[in-house]
Nanobody
């Protein structure tokens, strides 16, 4: 069982930056692919970014490419999402997800077994 706890959400002006963190329980964090998804009101949950256990493979949604950076620190059992140049359309609840996957990653929500409770990101104009 893996427990995920997100932090770092909040209110930011358009054009600003935020860094989300997701702390994971467990002793084999490096065997887990990690991802960030987001869900805006009345919209489906969508893929944002993912990173493989060794950080060799990284993927981004086209909508965030060049603005968001996913990274992980396996020694701290933590994955990060650095968000810059935030736009109004980035406003959503951001969820951290994990799946036991020593190699590779998934871009779909179905590919992740464990989920955090989410952290709200609000972008003001």
């Amino acid at each position: 069982q893996v427990q995920l706890v997100e932090s770092g959400g909040g209110l930011v002006q358009a054009g600003g930056s935020l860094r989300l963190s997701c702390a994971a329980s467990g002793r084999t964090f490096s065997n887990y692919a990690m991802a960030w998804f987001r869900q805006a009101p009345e919209k489906e949950r969508e893929f944002v970014a993912a990173i493989s256990g060794s950080s060799v493979t990284i993927a981004y949604a086209d909508s965030v490419k060049g603005r968001f950076t996913i990274s992980r620190d396996n020694a701290k059992n933590t994955v990060y999402l650095q968000m810059t140049s935030l736009k109004f359309e980035d406003m959503a609840v951001y969820y951290c997800a994990a799946d036991l996957r020593p190699i590779g990653l998934s871009r779909t929500a179905q590919g992740y077994r464990y989920w955090g409770q989410g952290t709200q990101v609000t972008v003001s104009s």
